[in-house]
């Protein structure tokens, strides 16, 4: 392999905003489960000592204008309330078919890392959010003062008495969506928000003495320029957070923003790439190191929560109607949407739900997708993949699985030829170019599911 761009015009380079790939495969490629299989039996050969639990909750007090997460705006008639009733259900269908084989105890089943997702978990009010850590410990048993405990929240909803909540429960990490100090650019994201607020919650957090603050921020806004994009991550970097998310912004189908009218891709595309290489070498310079394309942690700072790469990984457990679980033959979930409506269906059906003893919505993972996906995971950071590990799982070596994905990222000069010979890693282009990367290493099988899916 060489680390030269192609000159021969057999395909153009590929476009670097196609998809953000989180986890593969993705919700899109899932369908309804025939055989409705039972937990217990999904769960029997599985390995249990060091699982990962994600609870979701999807409610949200506003619905940004990029958002395509799985979440509705508000929760009326004690939503909430009912909501969590139907995840102490499911927590407790979950324990019993994990411990359906007889594991039990320190040697049986046990979580490494447990994470509050969304929507906004701090969405939920205090008290509320005292049962939520009560459906994991109490139900799931989960040891949340033990193991990284990561939890994201929201300008408006990180008060004083929701962050005392979760610190004594013992979060280690708190993830806030911010995407830009000015106020412009937020309305222009439709995230209306006033920067003096956003300043007031940070204070919160830093008060609150949760080891690992995250900010995160967006570039590719609607006139945002490299001045303003420099404000806002001086902005956060003076609240000298542990880590640092930068995203491109995505205009998706069925999000208010995905239903505007934007400037030519192409313009777009070099507007956001100029803006990320900005930021990443903006960071560099303050005493940040590179995670991935999206992840930077101060030099030095803990690692104190589950990030995104760790929360993928097989032998994850999800609690809630947004979210995923993962054993190594099938990922299943509940049904997806983005639609507002389709959306509070199928919330509406999660909290009257009584069984939920079985998978009902998923996929199958076979050898070819696990090894798509490990590769997936591990290229797309930035310290890049050790072949020994990937030839100990598989039994053979990512040049003689996908030679001609490999081929073509080398072409583009996205892989490091300087890596050393018992590594694969990425370039920083390559980094840069990390969602495009990411959906080329998509199967057939993925792509044409994706492909058929009926937005909705």
Known sequence: MTNTTSTNGTAPPPRPYESYVYAYPHKTAY???????????????????????YLHIPFCEVRCGFCNLFTRIGAPDELTTRYLDALDRQATAVADALHADGTAGADGVRFAAAAFGGGTPTF????????????????MGADLRAVPLSVETSPSTATADRLSVLAERGATRLSIGVQSFVEEEARAAVRPQRRSDVEAALGRIRDARIPVLNIDLIYGIDGQTPESWRLSLDAALAWRPEELYL????????????????????????????????????????????????????????????????????????????????????????????????????????????????????????????????????LLQAEGMELEEYRARFGSRPGDDFPTELDRFADLGWLDTDAGPGLLRLTPEGLAHSDALGPALFSPAVRAAMAAYEPK
């Not at 217990?40 to 000592?49: F, I, M, N, T, V």
């Open 124 to 139: 939920l009010n205090a008290g509320e959010l005292e049962r939520l850590c009560d459906i994991a410990e109490k139900r």
């Open 31 to 53: 369908r309804p489960l025939a055989d409705r299989p039972a937990l217990s039996g999904l769960w029997a050969g599985e390995r249990k000592d060091a699982l990962s639990l």
């Open 247 to 378: 995203y491109p912004l995505y205009a998706r189908p069925l999000t208010p923003l995905g239903r505007r009218a934007h400037p030519s891709e192409t313009d777009w595309d070099t507007q956001r790439l100029d803006l990320y290489r900005r930021g990443r070498d903006h960071l560099l310079a303050e005493g940040y190191e590179q995670v991935s394309m999206r992840m930077f942690r101060r030099i030095g700072a803990p690692h104190e929560g589950a990030d995104d790469y760790a929360c993928q990984t097989d032998g994850m457990i999800g609690l809630g109607c947004g979210a995923r679980s993962y054993t190594s033959e099938l990922h299943y979930s509940f049904d997806y949407a983005v639609g507002v409506r389709e959306i509070r269906n199928i919330i509406d059906d999660y909290t009257t739900t009584g069984d939920f003893s079985r998978a009902e919505v998923g996929r199958a993972v076979d050898t070819d997708e696990a090894r798509r996906r490990h590769l997936l995971q591990s």
